[in-house]
């Protein structure tokens, strides 16, 4: 199991691209009676959690938190010599699982999105992975459901034997979920985004040559600027306040 760094409050794994994919396939074909929560965290969710104190105890709480963006790995490199993070793409490691899993017996289920997006999803994912088992799939309304509709919802999972749910809500909503999830049943809980628009087709992924460069989130601001100019302009504002306070605290290390 990968140990933890703080930045910013919040307790990242430390793990790399592989490492990552073998862990989280370890434990969805390991024997649980408890639910594994697993995030994906870039500067925005570092910043909502800075300001939200019951954001961050589900975070910090979580089996794994993956560091999503390449700014959270660069500002790691500033503030601590070693250890260091090393990003893990959430869309590029849920096509990577998909992958690894064709030939064994890891059961998926996908909640979220639209339900016409979780269908092409669903189709394309059946094309590319063919051996790839997808035990379910489900697009609850956007509105909180009821305690009637999640119990209805968890049930559906749990009769399905999935083993891996893969969440698609967006940030924060998709991380309550999942916790949520891990909670009540005996499943691997996963908070993966804008991997299910991408792997669907409805939306454009960024360049390879950008993620290097730690520029992706420009392109997705350019695609989508009435939707994101805000979340990027708080995000990363209040990334770089997260770090800076930790730095005046002290709060170096791993934890």
Same mark, same amino acid.
């Given at each position: 199991m990968s140990g933890k760094l703080l930045l910013g409050s919040v307790k990242f794994t430390i793990s790399t691209p592989s490492d990552a994919i073998q862990d989280l396939l370890g434990v969805a074909a390991a024997s649980r009676s408890e639910g594994i929560a697993v995030h994906f965290a870039n500067a925005y969710t570092v910043a909502l959690a800075r300001k939200d104190r019951a954001y961050r105890q589900l975070l910090n709480a979580a089996t794994f938190v993956f560091p999503d963006g390449r700014p959270v790995a660069w500002m790691s490199r500033l503030m601590h010599r070693s250890p260091?993070?090393?990003?893990?793409? @959430?869309?590029?490691?849920?096509?990577?699982?998909?992958?690894?899993?064709?030939? @064994?017996?890891i059961r998926h289920y996908l909640l979220g999105s639209t339900p #016409?997006?979780?269908?092409?999803?669903?189709s394309n994912l059946t094309r590319d992975y063919p051996g790839a088992t997808i035990v379910g799939q489900n697009s609850?309304?956007?509105?909180?459901l009821t305690?009637?509709?999640l119990a209805v919802q968890d049930d559906a999972i749990q009769s399905s034997g999935a083993d891996i749910v893969w969440? @698609?809500?967006g940030t924060p909503k998709q991380d309550l979920e999942v916790s949520r999830l891990a909670k009540s049943l005996p499943i691997v809980a996963v908070a993966i985004g804008a991997a299910f628009d991408f792997s669907a087709g409805t939306k454009r992924e960024a360049p390879a040559w950008l993620s290097p460069l730690g520029? #992706?989130?420009t392109f997705r601001l350019i695609?989508?600027?009435?939707?994101?100019?805000?979340r990027y302009l708080f995000g990363n504002v209040g990334f770089i306040l997260a770090c800076l306070e930790q730095f005046r605290l002290g709060a170096r290390g791993k934890n």
């Open positions: 260091q993070l090393r990003q893990v793409r @959430g869309p590029q490691l849920f096509k990577d699982v998909f992958a690894a899993s064709q030939h @064994g017996t #016409e997006v979780i269908e092409k999803l669903a609850p309304p956007f509105r909180p305690d009637e509709e969440v @698609g809500l520029l #992706e989130w695609t989508e600027p009435r939707r994101l100019w805000r």
